[in-house]
Nanobody, 126 residues
Framework: QVQLVESGGGLVQAGGSLRLSCAAS????????MGWFRQAPGKEREFVAA????????YYAVSVKGRFTISRDNPKNAVYLQMNSLKPEDTAVYYC???????????????????WGQGTQVTVSS
């Protein structure tokens, strides 16, 4: 089992940058595929980015590709989301999520993930 805690959210102007962090508990962090999702008011939670257990494969939503970068540091039990060129439509609560890498699941599906953080608010002003 793993517990996830996000940080790094805040208020930023359009065009600015933020770096989200997700700290994971436990000694088996490297066994988990990690993802970032977001949910805006009145909308479904949507996929943003994901990274394989080794960091060797990354996945992005079309809406953020080229602007956001996901990375992980397994010895530090952490995953990051660097967000550049932010737009007002990026405003949402951002969630970190995880599932064990031995499961053959789609990284893009929120149903694949078994563990979730509490979320961190990102607000982009125009």
């Amino acid at each position: 089992q793993v517990q996830l805690v996000e940080s790094g959210g805040g208020l930023v102007q359009a065009g600015g940058s933020l770096r989200l962090s997700c700290a994971a508990s436990g000694r088996t962090f490297s066994r988990y595929e990690m993802g970032w999702f977001r949910q805006a008011p009145g909308k479904e939670r949507e996929f943003v980015a994901a990274i394989s257990w080794s960091g060797g494969r990354t996945y992005y939503a079309v809406s953020v590709k080229g602007r956001f970068t996901i990375s992980r540091d397994n010895p530090k039990n952490a995953v990051y989301l660097q967000m550049n060129s932010l737009k007002p439509e990026d405003t949402a609560v951002y969630y970190c999520a995880a599932y064990e890498s031995n499961y053959d699941r789609s990284h893009y599906s929120k149903g694949a993930y078994d563990y979730w953080g509490q979320g961190t608010q990102v607000t982009v002003s125009s």
